[in-house]
């Protein structure tokens, strides 16, 4: 199986190479980490419109406890998702989240998403796999 991931790189590398093989880092061998902290301080950028926590009232944005292998659009959100979101036929995958991160205007043109979005790809890793393994802060 992998081997411990020592550089936010090298779990870009690795998230995609799960996701190409329909695994996520979470159900990856135990020995394999990302770096769970650098996705924490990545999604202290989020956590101003989202929430990560199961149970919890949405914020501006829906709650992403949970996102990674949903499809986009369909989970409860109390403000409701743009048309081009609901249209967008995406599961939220690795390499799905990877994209719209980096850009969410030009992956879903319309959404009603109004952040600039990730541009480093580390930190994009880093945010995949604190969100892939679950955690809640």
């Not at 409701?80 to 390499?95: C, D, I």
């Not at 998403?113 to 880093?126: K, N």
Request: some cysteine.
């Amino acid at each position: 199986m992998l081997n411990t991931i020592r550089s936010t790189g090298q779990a870009l590398a690795a998230v995609l190479c799960l996701a190409a093989a329909g695994t996520t880092p979470a159900a990856a061998d135990s020995a394999s980490t990302c770096d769970v902290n650098a996705g924490l301080r990545v999604w202290r950028q989020c956590a101003s419109c989202h929430t990560n926590k199961p149970d919890v009232q949405d914020k501006s944005g829906p709650n992403l406890h949970g996102v990674v292998g949903r499809k986009a659009g369909t989970v409860a959100y109390k403000k409701g998702f743009s048309a081009a979101m609901r249209a967008a036929n995406l599961v939220w995958t690795p390499a799905t989240l990877d994209r719209f991160l980096a850009d969410p205007a030009k992956t879903v043109p319309g959404t009603y998403m109004v952040f600039v979005g990730v541009p480093d790809a580390a930190e994009r890793a880093a945010l995949i796999c604190y969100l892939s393994n679950g955690v809640t802060r």
